[in-house]
């Protein structure tokens, strides 16, 4: 449990701040509460979720308000199939809870720790190119404003503000409750197997199609990848198979855990290691409800950066972060990371307007990225990339002005709504270029 005046640090470790006050409010007063302390006093509000993003979004050496009291269902309403739920509520609860109730979300990412307002804050996505991210599963949210007016938005209600809301870093105001559109619960069936990454290149488009969800990770300096393929089943569920266990977390946490402290104390290591790590490619199947086959454990800490980029451009983008690898001499083990989603119109979503690749890159902890995250950002930005919100990237105002279409039209909704800047960190203030304003 964080306490005032102590040190905070996110996921990766790469950020840290020393809130001068924590509150755990429990009812929407008390975020109302908090709202006008700032307002009064002149401070700054900062909601954190799970602390799971790689930037500083959610750093703030001011006042940080944990939703961690504030977690559970409130209502579902099955006519429809909606649930209405407290923001601070993490996936695996949520998960579970949605279960009992017979529903599920229609997709997720693949850790289920974050909170659900943390998630949606970001644009957390998942894989599939029938499904949008997280936020689009969004049909209304409760949230207090910059003022300390409590709103309830919703699309019909505030066309507009709802769109802005979806994906809104924190800046627009505290979300505290969340209604999402659900359906009747589902098991998936989840399949895993290594090819050459030319064929898999090969057969993007097929595989995108056929399979609900298709994602491929490929690994450094070697050919083979890692395919993983998710599709709905009636077949029973084979929860705890002791072999599934051994392979999901032991080789993926313990055994790469070892050799990424290999990597780190010898970096020459690095491409041996990714060639290894290709070669013995866990292969087989599961069945399970869907909200757990999603999650993955990660026990292995990294850095990461992830890029939106348009859905025809993923294999011209392999293909030059292939060669760039070769000349950059980078000192890396871990496999890159390729998903797929569907267009939206949130505004300050990267799939805005725009059926989407994501790739995504990664290292170990205590091992810099900078030279390597750096070259493969200048790639994706040839290809028209916009950054994942949670993740490294390197963008400020001017570039992201560019890239969101309706990015002035955000910033005059988040002055409405937050008038004084109560939501503004330092991190925030430099990325919406808005250093001079208060
Ligand atoms: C191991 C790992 C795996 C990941 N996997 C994926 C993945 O599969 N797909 C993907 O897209 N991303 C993934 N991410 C990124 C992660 O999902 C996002 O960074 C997400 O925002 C983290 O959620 P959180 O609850 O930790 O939010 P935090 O990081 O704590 O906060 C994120 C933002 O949300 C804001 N926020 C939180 N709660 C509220 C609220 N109630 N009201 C207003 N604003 C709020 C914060 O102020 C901050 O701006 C992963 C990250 C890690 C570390």
């Not at 041996?272 to 909200?291: D, I, M, Q």
């Not at 030059?320 to 797929?340: D, K």
């Amino acid at each position: 449990m964080m306490k005032s005046g102590r040190k905070w640090r996110n996921w990766s470790g790469i950020v840290s701040a020393t809130p001068r006050t924590v509150l755990y409010p429990l009812h929407i007063e008390e975020v109302v509460d908090a709202v006008k302390l700032c307002r009064n006093e002149g401070r700054t509000l900062r909601v954190l979720g799970s602390g799971h993003s790689f930037t500083a979004v959610a750093a703030s050496d001011d006042v940080f308000v944990s939703l961690d009291r504030m977690q559970g269902i409130l209502h579902v309403d099955r006519e429809v199939c909606t649930a209405t739920v407290w923001a601070g509520t993490k996936l695996r609860m949520l998960g579970e809870l949605l279960h009992s109730e017979g529903l599920a979300q229609e997709n997720l990412g693949d850790i289920d720790v974050q909170s659900i307002a943390g998630a949606i804050s970001t644009g957390t996505h998942g894989t599939g190119l029938a499904f949008g991210n997280i936020s689009t599963q969004v049909v209304g949210l409760t949230v207090v404003t910059g003022t300390g007016e409590v709103l309830d938005v919703t699309e019909k209600s505030h066309p507009e503000l709802f769109k802005a809301l979806q994906i809104s870093l924190g800046a627009l105001g505290v979300i505290v409750q969340v209604t999402l559109r659900l359906r009747p619960s589902y098991k998936l069936k989840y399949e895993s197997a290594r090819v050459p990454l030319s064929d898999c290149l090969g057969r993007l488009d097929e595989l995108a199609r056929e399979h609900r969800n298709f994602e491929f990770y490929w690994f450094p300096y070697a050919e083979p990848c890692q395919l993983k393929v998710m599709n709905e089943t009636e077949e029973p569920a084979t929860p705890g198979k002791i072999t599934g266990y051994l392979s999901d977390v032991v080789l993926e946490n313990v055994v790469f855990g070892a050799l990424s402290g290999l990597c780190r104390w010898v970096p020459r290591m690095s491409a041996p290691v990714s060639r290894l790590c290709a070669a013995a490619v866990p292969t087989g199947s599961k069945v399970e409800h869907s909200h757990r086959v999603y999650a993955t454990k990660r026990l292995v800490r990294f850095n990461e950066m992830e890029y939106n980029l348009p859905i025809e451009a993923m294999e011209s983008v392999i293909r030059e972060m292939r060669e760039q690898m070769e000349r950059g001499g980078y000192r890396v083990h871990f496999p890159i990371e390729c998903r797929f989603a569907k267009g939206d119109q949130i505004w300050l979503s990267p799939a805005y307007a725009r059926d989407s690749a994501y790739i995504a890159v990664h290292m170990y902890r205590g091992m810099p990225h900078e030279r390597y995250f750096a070259d493969m950002e200048r790639i994706f930005l040839r290809y028209g990339g916009r950054p994942h919100w949670g993740k490294l990237h390197t963008l400020k105002a001017a570039e992201l002005r560019n890239a969101y279409p309706m990015w002035d039209r955000f910033q005059e909704r988040r002055r409405a709504m937050d008038p004084e800047g109560i939501f503004l960190t330092p991190y925030l203030r430099s990325l919406f270029g808005i250093e001079a304003e208060k």
